[in-house]
């Protein structure tokens, strides 16, 4: 039986890294975007390209209708194994104090509400040898201060997920794991209104330099493969020192 993961936010960065990696390794997918359809198109056709099945199905993993129609869409595909929570957002760079109650419960609902209703989904259609990664944060544990401290608090609730349904779902054989990733080069720092914001962190970071979505994804596909037959509850930091 062939894997079939499901990946959130699979268009772009890390998510579409993600994808291409694990099409590479075998696994058919299902990815889910929000808006750029051109761009999972794009990601679909390397799936495609790599002889595996893949499918990008348009759902906002904060609304519980599309979040049940995306994994039906994908259990077509074969029994669900893996799913990749992914689809994050960060909202506009600045002091605390500052920060809208409209970016507060944006930040919580995609990055936390999202993640739960997909674990759901997952977990109702999911047997022994399945796992989930969660995408968490290096911010988690550095607090994100004078940037985004709402979301960074919203990674420390994606690791306590993790390691909640790592000890609730082992009994039933299911593995769940965390990235943390530090800066990485894509298009999210758009959105904190500072693109270049990977260059300008990378003499904070002990190797010098911000990473790549592949060095992200390599880590998560990694988790998802039977090498990692006995991880479950780790947050593995990938973050160049930091
Ligand atoms: P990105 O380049 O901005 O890509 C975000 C992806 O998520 C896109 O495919 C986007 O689809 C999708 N998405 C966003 N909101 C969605 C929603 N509500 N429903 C469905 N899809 C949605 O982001 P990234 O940098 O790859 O980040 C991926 C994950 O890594 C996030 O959880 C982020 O918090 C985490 N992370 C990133 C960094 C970093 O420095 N980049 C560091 C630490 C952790 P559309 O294009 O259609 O909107």
Same mark, same amino acid.
């Given at each position: ?48 390209? &790599? #002889? ?6 348009? &759902? ?11 994994? *039906?869409?994908?259990? *077509? ?7 990749? =929570? ?7 760079? #600045? ?12 930040? $919580? ?12 989904? &997952? ?10 990664? =969660?995408?968490?944060? &290096? ?24 390691? #909640? ?11 769940? =794991? ?9 298009? $999210? ?13 990378? =003499? ?30 780790? $947050? ?7």
């Amino acid at each position: 039986m062939d894997p079939v993961t499901v990946v959130t936010g699979g268009s772009r960065g890390i998510g579409a890294a993600t994808v291409r990696r694990l099409a590479s390794a075998g696994h058919d997918i299902a990815l889910c975007y929000r808006q750029d359809s051109d761009a999972a198109e794009a990601v679909l056709t390397d799936v495609h390209a &790599a #002889g595996r099945q893949g499918i990008a199905v348009r &759902a906002d993993t904060t609304n519980p209708d599309q979040v049940a129609h995306l994994f *039906e869409a994908a259990a *077509e595909l074969g029994e669900i194994t893996g799913l990749v =929570n992914n689809a994050g957002v960060t909202s506009q760079i #600045g002091p605390f104090v500052d920060l809208t109650l409209a970016d507060l419960r944006r930040v $919580i609902d995609v990055n936390l509400i999202g993640y739960v209703l997909c674990a759901q989904e &997952a977990v109702r259609r999911m047997s022994s040898g399945a796992a989930i990664v =969660n995408i968490s944060s &290096a911010a988690a544990t550095l607090g994100s201060p004078g940037e985004y401290i709402h979301y960074a608090a919203a990674k420390a609730a994606t690791d306590t997920l993790t390691i #909640g349904l790592a000890k609730e779902l082992g009994p039933q054989g299911i593995r769940v =794991n965390a990235v943390s990733p530090g800066t990485i080069w894509t298009d $999210i720092h758009t959105v904190s209104g500072l693109p270049d914001r990977p260059a300008r962190v990378a =003499n904070r970071v002990p190797l010098g330099r911000a990473g790549y979505a592949d060095e992200i994804a390599a880590a998560i596909t990694w988790l998802l493969s039977p090498e990692a037959s006995y991880t479950s509850g780790a $947050i593995l930091r990938v973050a160049g020192g930091q």
